[in-house]
């Protein structure tokens, strides 16, 4: 069986940015066992670009490299990643607004369930908070006045 360098294998992604994504995902299927891999005292820079808050500053990451076995099991994984990550990134989140409520691009019932869900939860959070201050402020004080001494 012919072996191969991860680093090799990430120039095969179709989109470079998502370089760090696959070498996540890798070490995840390795360390499930769906493929054997092993370190190799090399390291590589990852083809992604990241950028740096409030400066047009692009920099890269490197990463230990791995070798692994290139296998039917491991081409077939590769391929379903590949396809994965080659898909746009997932849709923005839309912002709640009555124009959203009015476009159906958002389910008002399910929203309104969410929040309400969400205030109880804040709410019994807040009474049982309050339930222990007042329990532990009860001991204090029978405490103070068992402790303190006559003359």
Same mark, same amino acid.
């Given at each position: 069986? @012919? ?10 992604? &179709? ?6 994504? *696959? ?12 493929? &054997?891999? /092993? ?25 230990? &490299?791995?070798? *692994? ?8 994984? *590769? ?16 912002? @709640? ?10 389910? *008002?019932? /399910? ?8 205030? &109880? ?13 007042? /329990? ?6 029978? /405490? ?8």
């Amino acid at each position: 069986m @012919p072996y191969r360098k991860l680093s090799e294998q990430i120039r095969e992604l &179709d989109n470079p940015q998502r370089s760090d994504t *696959f070498v996540k995902l890798f070490r995840n299927a390795v360390r499930e066992g769906e493929f &054997d891999a /092993a370190y190799i005292p090399e390291r590589f820079e990852l083809p992604k670009q990241y950028s740096r808050r409030g400066s047009e500053e692009k920099y890269a990451r490197d990463a230990k &490299d791995m070798v *692994f076995e290139v296998t039917p099991k491991f081409e077939k994984w *590769f391929e379903s990643i590949r396809k994965d990550l080659g898909n746009a990134r997932r849709a923005a989140r839309v912002k @709640p607004s009555i124009d959203a409520f009015e476009r159906g691009e958002l389910d *008002f019932k /399910a929203l309104a369930e969410e929040t309400r869900r969400k205030m &109880d939860a804040s709410f019994k959070k807040g009474q049982n908070l309050g339930q222990s201050r007042a /329990a532990s402020a009860r001991g204090r004080t029978k /405490a103070a006045k068992t402790t303190t001494r006559r003359k």
